[in-house]
């Protein structure tokens, strides 16, 4: 239900002023629900990624949850540069990176935008980097979340051995 707020713009949202000039329409009450939302999805991505490399540094991890948090960890690396730009945003937008250094160049810094259904950040690095908001990016998210569950051996009620459904 949330991934409405990041739809992308149909033509119904577009508006002609008199010189012609055409515009989305801007409601500053959702725009600001959808930043919010925005940033607690990276929030919630990031706790689960933390979760997923605590679970990569276990020493008894078998080597298919190994296997499956690297892959997790790997395809959704970004969220984290993205999380530590949203809690340290007054270090950017004072041309400070990661650690306090200084951002490469003459750098454009975002704190938070919106392009379609994906929302981005100028990086401690200086680069942006961004994250897709949407229904196929959770099914992804929670696909790989699924496979990392079913890596583990799981005993049930009677001592018997849970099968992948």
Request: one cysteine or more; a positive charge.
């Amino acid at each position: 239900m949330a991934c409405q707020f990041f739809e992308p713009i149909t033509a119904n949202d577009l508006k002609r002023d008199p010189s012609g000039d055409v515009s989305a329409r801007r409601d500053p009450v959702r725009d600001r629900l959808r930043g919010i939302c925005a940033r607690a999805y990276v929030y919630a991505l990031d706790a689960t990624c933390s979760f997923v490399k605590i679970l990569l540094e276990e020493p008894l991890s078998k080597p298919a949850t190994t296997a499956a948090c690297s892959a997790f960890l790997q395809r959704f690396q970004g969220v984290r540069l993205i999380r530590n730009s949203l809690a340290h945003v007054d270090e950017r937008y004072q041309g400070m990176g990661s650690r306090g250094k200084k951002l490469p160049g003459p750098v454009l810094v975002i704190g938070g935008g919106f392009t379609g259904n994906r929302f981005g950040v100028t990086s401690g690095e200086g680069a942006y980097a961004e994250v897709e908001i949407s229904e196929q990016f959770l099914a992804c998210f929670r696909a790989a979340l699924i496979e990392i569950i079913w890596s583990f051996d799981w005993i049930v009620i009677g001592n018997i051995r849970a099968k992948r459904p």
